[in-house]
């Protein structure tokens, strides 16, 4: 069974860091997702998708980003 995507566009925007962490308060409720960040800053959507890797991988979260649409 695949794991549900969500796609976040703006994934670079600082304040995508505040969506993190309302997951990561659910996430005994919802089940494990993959997270897809995109974002038009390489920098700051590198930072936000490490934070989202160390508040939802360790449960059992996939969190990824990209500056490519497709």
């Not at 796609?7 to 304040?15: I, K």
Request: aromatic share 6%.
């Amino acid at each position: 069974m695949t794991m549900p995507k969500i796609t976040v566009l703006g994934g670079s925007n600082p304040f995508t860091a505040a969506l993190v962490d309302a997951l990561s308060a659910v996430v005994q409720i919802i089940p494990a997702c993959e997270l897809v960040l995109h974002g038009r800053d390489s920098g700051n959507l590198k930072s936000v998708t490490q934070y989202g890797v160390y508040n939802l991988g360790s449960h059992g979260w996939e969190v990824s980003g990209t500056t490519d649409l497709t």
